[in-house]
């Protein structure tokens, strides 16, 4: 996470809120996870499961925005609100397990930034 510049917000259930310097760190990041995952050596108890033969697969959601930010008084870290997390919230949900999905406000960014070439586009409707 902080090799990509990134914050861990806060856990909602089994979910975690985490916050980018930028659009291309957030989509790092989470190419990163997912091939962590990919790659890791799942227990037998898993594995035997007929949905995760190749281990647990994650959902991930990417949306960037301007947001409003509040700083927790007594922790110091700062919490998000406003329409930009609920539609981070909203395109998370809606993912599939082991892929990223991006709105098209990430996606017109990944295809401006020259540092994202090779990254593979799936429209999911």
Request: with cysteine; net charge negative; glycine share 10%.
């Amino acid at each position: 996470l902080v090799a990509n510049r990134g914050y861990e917000v806060k856990t909602i259930g089994d979910s975690f809120m985490v916050a980018f310097e930028s659009t291309v760190h957030a989509v790092r990041f989470c190419l990163a996870a997912q091939e962590g995952l990919l790659a890791a050596s799942w227990p037998k108890e898993i594995t035997a499961v007929p949905d995760y033969q190749e281990g647990l697969k994650v959902r991930m959601g990417v949306h960037h925005g301007p947001v409003e930010a509040e700083q927790n008084p007594v922790t110091k870290r700062y919490d998000y609100f406003g329409p930009t997390v609920n539609k981070a919230s909203r395109i998370e949900s809606k993912g599939i397990g082991g892929a990223i999905s991006v709105t098209d406000e990430v996606l017109g960014e990944l295809e401006r930034d020259q540092a994202t070439a090779g990254f593979q586009k799936v429209n999911l409707g």
